[in-house]
Nanobody
Framework: VQLQASGGGLVQAGGSLRLSCTASGSFFNIVAMAWYRRSPGKQRDVVASITKNGLTTYAESVKGRLTISRDSALSTLYLQMDSLKPEDTAVYYC?????????????WGQGTLVTVSS
């Protein structure tokens, strides 16, 4: 599975952005997808995740502001980001867990930079 993230940019605090992540290859093997982020000087942490059945989880810091969604084929993942704060500034990565019947794979996109100015 190959992942291509897009949609990052510069936005003022309180603004919105929508990230997208397009999967190619054996995307039909995807079991769950997630968005992670790495803020300057920090480790990469999970932001939100969604399973093939549509179950979602969120980090406490983004609940009520960020919304994860995907299309029915799990070929495209989205992250709607509203009421952005400067602390949301980070490189955002999409992740997909896939299973081909015998092996699990952990797939990563290249990251897209989100900068929130105060």
């Amino acid at each position: 599975v190959q992942l291509q993230a897009s949609g990052g940019g510069l936005v003022q605090a309180g603004g919105s952005l929508r990230l997208s992540c397009t999967a190619s290859g054996s995307f039909f093997n995807i079991v769950a997808m997630a968005w992670y982020r790495r803020s300057p000087g920090k480790q990469r942490d999970v932001v939100a995740s969604i399973t093939k059945n549509g179950l979602t989880t969120y980090a406490e810091s983004v609940k009520g502001r960020l919304t994860i969604s995907r299309d029915s084929a799990l070929s495209t993942l989205y992250l709607q980001m509203d009421s952005l704060k400067p602390e949301d500034t980070a490189v955002y990565y999409c992740n997909a867990g896939s299973y081909d019947g015998s092996k699990w794979y952990d797939n990563w996109g290249q990251g897209t930079l989100v900068t929130v100015s105060s």
